[in-house]
């Protein structure tokens, strides 16, 4: 009996080494979690994107917002060069309503597009 009890509990033993050692072995280098602020930058230019495909943004909007997004990211860059590669507290609030002030552009240009669409449409009834 105890000999099937010391067979089973080095299988235990080898099966859990195992399987440390291959969950060690493929674990990835564990990359910085993105800020606030870099998650919304991606997801503005995933909108403006998005929304020039689907033809609500023209390319000149489009264009103006990009070059809005790449502001920001001068902005955000300026700070971490001068401040030992972290973005001060003041420099993150004014992104932060840069970013604000992209999105409602977002939204103010798109509805402007559909509006211009809808006026063309009448027209040409």
Do not use: W
Not at 67 to 96: I, P
Not at 97 to 115: F, G, V
């Amino acid at each position: 009996m105890k000999s099937l009890q010391n067979k089973s509990l080095k299988v235990t033993i080898l099966v859990a080494a195992t399987a440390i050692a291959c969950g060690a072995a493929t674990a990835a280098p564990a990359k910085p979690k993105p800020t606030i602020v870099e998650s919304r930058q991606e997801q503005l230019m995933k909108d403006i994107n998005y929304y020039q495909k689907l033809k609500e943004l023209t390319d000149k909007q489009a264009n103006k917002l990009r070059k809005a997004l790449a502001n920001v990211a001068r902005k955000k860059a300026k700070s971490k060069r001068k401040n030992n590669k972290v973005v001060d507290d003041e420099t993150k609030s004014d992104v932060m309503e840069d970013l604000d002030e992209i999105s409602s552009n977002i939204k103010k240009y798109r509805e402007e597009t559909r509006a211009g669409k809808e006026s063309k449409s009448k027209e040409s009834k």
